[in-house]
T-cell receptor
Framework: GESVGLHLPTLSVQEGDNSIINCAYSNSASDYFIWYKQESGKGPQFIIDIRSNMDKRQGQRVTVLLNKTVKHLSLQIAATQPGDSAVYFCAENNQAGTALIFGKGTTLSVSS | GAVVSQHPSRVICKSGTSVKIECRSLDFQATTMFWYRQFPKQSLMLMATSNEGSKATYEQGVEKDKFLINHASLTLSTLTVTSAHPEDSSFYIC?????????????FGPGTRLTVL
């Protein structure tokens, strides 16, 4: 079946450090991947996306890397700030390409 | 940016009653809206995909007679939890995909916290 998972449920970093959050996906036919940030009691917030014809995409302080060979997705956050503390989910297209399948989530804690 | 709202933000009801949750796209038209459920410390689980003017497509294991979805316009979808029970207590989140863009991106609402006593 389809599934998207994350390697680590929690990640703790110091303010100013770079954070790397990883995700493994199982559907080799997926052509679209997204990272979301979810703060407590709120809906997911779009961070960055990437299509399967790319292996890297950069945004403001964030970079997403896609390795289709090993079906691995990562989110890099530069100069992590306390406001980055949240749960981060990766998501991929389902097999029909009609909906998103979410991974389990990584809780990022940033200490000052 | 594209904004999706949900109403109410939280609701407490008695067991056996029905609860309606609204999802609106405020500044764009959405042919497709999605309903997710999220239990504490878990991921979002897709419940159903709602297409404007047609019946919703439910994920396996989601009872369509219990979770009634209506998508009567390009800016509004509703989820009605019928005969709610304590195990239905959860965080319900909707998302919307903009019409005619061919884009996969979904815009999420702020969620509705349902507590069934």
């Amino acid at each position: 079946g389809e599934s998207v998972g994350l390697h680590l449920p929690t990640l703790s970093v110091q303010e100013g450090d770079n954070s790397i959050i990883n995700c493994a996906y199982s559907n080799s036919a997926s052509d679209y991947f997204i990272w979301y940030k979810q703060e407590s009691g709120k809906g997911p917030q779009f961070i960055i996306d990437i299509r399967s014809n790319m292996d890297k995409r950069q945004g403001q302080r964030v970079t997403v890397l896609l390795n289709k060979t090993v079906k691995h997705l990562s989110l890099q956050i530069a100069a992590t700030q306390p406001g980055d503390s949240a749960v981060y989910f990766c998501a991929e297209n389902n097999q029909a390409g009609t909906a998103l399948i979410f991974g389990k989530g990584t809780t990022l804690s940033v200490s000052s | 940016g594209a904004v999706v709202s949900q109403h109410p933000s939280r609701v407490i009801c008695k067991s056996g009653t029905s609860v309606k949750i609204e999802c609106r796209s405020l500044d764009f038209q959405a042919t497709t809206m999605f309903w997710y459920r999220q239990f504490p410390k878990q991921s979002l689980m897709l419940m159903a995909t709602s297409n404007e003017g047609s019946k919703a497509t439910y994920e396996q294991g989601v009872e369509k007679d219990k979770f009634l979805i209506n998508h009567a316009s390009l800016t509004l979808s509703t989820l009605t939890v019928t005969s709610a029970h304590p195990e239905d207590s959860s965080f319900y989140i909707c998302s919307a995909r903009e019409a005619d863009t061919g884009d996969h991106e979904q815009f999420f609402g702020p969620g509705t916290r349902l507590t069934v006593l």
